[in-house]
């Protein structure tokens, strides 16, 4: 269970008696703030709650499983958080991301062929994340190593956006890629350096009606996304373990909702590139707002601490902010964050020996050949052909108008 004390929120337990998971906060204090923001989160996602007056405190303990509409729905309330936050920036880049995208009619008569854009100038930025905004899943930022790639269509004109794909610093607690890996702590800790997570991997409309998704998906594992990662971290060096950060063993990745449809029956030549290894626990930060989580860094602001997030300082800062913020206020940080939502969690090995070399078992990496042509080329006879004999889809991918492409 977890407790939080709310001594000084006198209509607290009125708003609990009415189930009012949305009950306002308007105390000028930060501390009592961070924990009626919590405390709302928790609510809003069915958390059972009792009410000790005594202490002032709130007892809560999460429901069995969150129901699939429930997390969708604190999924699009994060969104919309998120939107309203960045309203103005996204009116400004509306042109922006229209400008990067294709008639229906030009897409559907596309041979499609891909190009990966490394995101570096301000302008490729702006436009990957204008895009990301576009998704389901609230916008989120990583911290420590991050890579950010426009898949293009270079058989149009103005090689329009076909796909976002992001690799950032794995997270460091995950028990179930841990035992499928084979690490101990101590191995971990070592070897972390050598894996990335795909925490963004996605199509953009129309292409999103092709199994944009799927292809997306086969190039990250592809032999070009391995040597753009090699060259960006030549030579770089983390600050924690004073270690190379350009060799890449394996990717992870988790499923939104459950199941993926977009990472099963992902092969090529016999071999299966995204490997169902588990769920997660559910130990993660989705069900926290942002606000939830600036308000923690507020806090830990106002007693002098500061939680950095730059290269080399460990890839999972909102952890870090969480846990350091729930000791502060004296709750407990591992139930808050053990409590997520659950996901489906996927490895994208990129050599054959990749668990013996992060188990440090073997010194070199023999690394698939996996050249983006060939995915490419089997995607398209997998996948595509199959695809565009549908008429739903093909009306779906034909009505498509970048001019009214919206947010």
């Not at 939502?341 to 054959?352: C, K, S, T």
Request: proline letters at 3%; charged letters at 25%.
């Amino acid at each position: 269970m977890l407790e939080i004390g709310v001594g000084r929120h006198h209509k607290l337990r009125e708003y609990l008696h009415e189930g009012r998971a949305d009950f306002p906060i308007t105390t000028s204090s930060i501390e009592e703030k961070v924990r009626l923001l919590i405390l709302r989160d928790l609510m809003r996602l069915g958390w059972h709650w009792d009410f000790d007056a005594q202490s002032k405190r709130v007892i809560l303990e999460p429901p069995d499983t969150y129901d699939k509409q429930l997390v969708k729905h604190s999924m699009q309330m994060k969104r919309e958080e998120s939107l309203k936050k960045h309203e103005a920036w996204i009116g400004r880049h509306l042109a922006l991301a229209r400008g990067n995208l294709a008639d229906g009619e030009a897409v559907w008569n596309s041979s499609i062929e891909p190009m990966i854009e490394v995101c570096e100038t301000q302008k490729q930025i702006d436009t990957f994340r204008i895009f990301r905004f576009y998704w389901s899943s609230p916008y989120s930022e990583y911290v420590g190593r991050r890579i950010k790639l426009l898949i293009r269509d270079r058989a149009l004109p103005g090689k329009p956006v076909i796909a976002l794909a992001a690799l950032g610093s794995s997270i460091v607690h995950i028990p179930e890629r841990d035992m499928w890996v084979g690490w101990d702590t101590k191995t971990r800790t070592k070897n972390l350096i050598y894996t990335m997570d795909a925490y963004i991997l996605g199509a953009m409309p129309p292409y999103n009606y092709l199994l944009g998704g799927k292809l997306a998906s086969y190039i990250l594992a592809s032999n070009e996304v391995r040597k753009i990662y090699k060259q960006k971290y030549k030579g770089r060096v983390t600050n924690i373990s004073q270690r190379t950060a350009n060799e890449l063993a394996c990717i992870f990745t988790t499923s939104l909702y459950g199941n993926s449809s977009q990472y099963n029956r992902l092969n090529y030549e016999q071999q299966k590139l995204y490997i169902p290894i588990g769920q997660t626990k559910g130990y993660g930060t989705l069900h926290l707002t942002d606000a939830t989580v600036t308000a923690m860094q507020e806090y830990l602001g106002s007693v002098g601490l500061v939680v950095t997030n730059k290269f080399g300082d460990g890839p999972s800062w909102r952890f870090r902010l969480i846990r350091t913020a729930a000791e502060y206020l004296g709750f407990d940080a591992d139930f808050l964050l053990r409590h997520s939502f659950q996901r489906n969690i996927y490895a994208i090995p990129l050599a054959e020996n990749a668990r013996e070399f992060l188990r440090g078992e073997q010194k070199k990496l023999e690394y698939f050949d996996y050249p983006m042509r060939s995915l490419v080329s089997y995607w398209k006879d997998r996948w595509l052909v199959k695809r565009k004999q549908r008429s739903d889809v093909e009306g779906a991918v034909r009505s498509f108008r970048r001019s009214t492409f919206n947010i």
